[in-house]
Nanobody, 121 residues
Framework: EVQLQASGGGLVQAGGSLRLACATSGFIFDDYAIGWFRQAPGKEREGVSCISRGDGYGNTDYADSVKGRFTISSDNAKGTVYLQMSSLKPEDTAVYYC????????????WGQGTQVTVSS
């Protein structure tokens, strides 16, 4: 059974930091890109960051809005992907989801449940 378990959300003041974790199981970790998405109230879901280890180099990508503030990383032994979020802004407030997408396909195959991140001003 495929599982993605997101955790680490919470309430933080602007300028603060949080680290989200996405624990995965049930699929071959190296065959998938793992991404973080977020959805704020009244807004569409947007991609935040992703990491792919299919080529062995752990390629990463970030939305322009989080570049320089968020860092994605992975622990292959644990099958876990982390999103370190720093210099948080109120506009980062959203439910954050992690998803797994088989490398070479166009959309995520599996989704985890969301974790709420709230940044107060």
């Amino acid at each position: 059974e495929v599982q993605l378990q997101a955790s680490g959300g919470g309430l933080v003041q602007a300028g603060g930091s949080l680290r989200l974790a996405c624990a995965t199981s049930g699929f071959i970790f190296d065959d998938y890109a793992i991404g973080w998405f977020r959805q704020a109230p009244g807004k569409e879901r947007e991609g935040v960051s992703c990491i792919s280890r299919g080529d062995g180099y752990g390629n990463t990508d970030y939305a322009d809005s989080v570049k320089g503030r968020f860092t994605i990383s992975s622990d292959n032994a644990k099958g876990t992907v982390y999103l370190q979020m720093s210099s948080l802004k109120p506009e980062d407030t959203a439910v954050y989801y992690c998803a797994a997408q088989r490398i070479g396909t166009q959309k995520p195959d599996y989704w985890g449940q969301g974790t709420q991140v709230t940044v107060s001003s």
